[in-house]
């Protein structure tokens, strides 16, 4: 693990749409930046033997996964050549329709971003130690399987 | 050696606790997992890793420090 | 050519991040969205021969560039199992930090995402006759070509 | 046959118009390209696809609309 500090990745209940157009603003003064190419992942209200998920209620082992995120962010800017590179994920309790998941890549150049957008959220959902569990409208709930 | 093991998810829900700490006398992870299934039986048909030190092991890894944690399938995003 | 209505994908000038966020937060009502991608160009202050792009100038032939635009989501609708797509691109002059280029798909599954956003960005600039027009600082310039 | 022609970006500033009305009589793009080449000789060593009737064509395709357009290598996003 390098000795650069950790960040925490992890912020209370939803992202909102908003703080991601406010990201891709900050971004405006980095005029090297050409290419831009983010993910959001949204809860879907899936339906389960006739139950509707209202909410994902995320818990995380906080400190491996800060860890593990730090690690992919690494392997991300060693393989490939980008300028700048965020995430965030929700703790606590994103309702179907509401964003838990942002991952937002910058380069130079547009053909990068694709595959390194594509890499740190596989590696994310791979390695990342997140627990959502599926709250369903009567109260009912199941823990939630990445496929 | 006293363990500090942690339980998330699913596996919380069965030791109905997310943290406990533990006198450990043996080796490897699966003696502690040994004791645990003894502790919780339920634990035992459920699919999970053990982290050691917030890294995932084998079963057969020797305990050298005592953050353990048990985890669930992974489900972030 | 499919009978449906041929959008109009152009927009005077610069995309905000503003519209970016408000473009997402429309989609929260789309609850069987699990993913959204999007790729967000950005004009670079390269540095050509000692001067700085300070902004480019977008010309088009409008109408086959909308009907390109039009094929190229009728394709991508028939191969990756989206939800939906928007295209955004500008016309006239766009200042170095600024967006020009907004693409947007969405879809349950996150591997699709990847794969239809990267799909229609490299259709867009091989296949819809857009020239941009970097412009110096010192009122000089030239015409760019997409590498 | 009367023929409207379009020039784009660095095209346009050869031609020095942006569009024309121009009588054409023979058949293909080529004979069409050469008569252009004619008025504007600078167009000769420039890179460019054209477009008839909204689709880039081969040179030796025949001209059956009067929708004709020169379209330098793309550059958009």
Known sequence: MSEKKIKNVFVRGAISPAFIGESIAKHQSKTEIGAH????GQVRADVIEGKTVSAIEYTAYEEMANAKFHEI???????????????YHSLGSVASGEICLFVFVSSPRRKIVFKALEFVVEEIKAKVPVFGKELFEDQSHQWKVNS | MKLNIKYFGLLAEITQCSEETLSFSKETVADLLAELFQKYPDLQSKDFQVAHQQEIVAKQTKITHPEIALLPPFSGG
């Open chain 1, 37 to 40: 190419a983010i993910f959001a």
């Open chain 1, 73 to 87: 962010r690494e392997a991300t800017f060693s393989s490939y050549d980008i300028t700048c590179m965020h995430i």
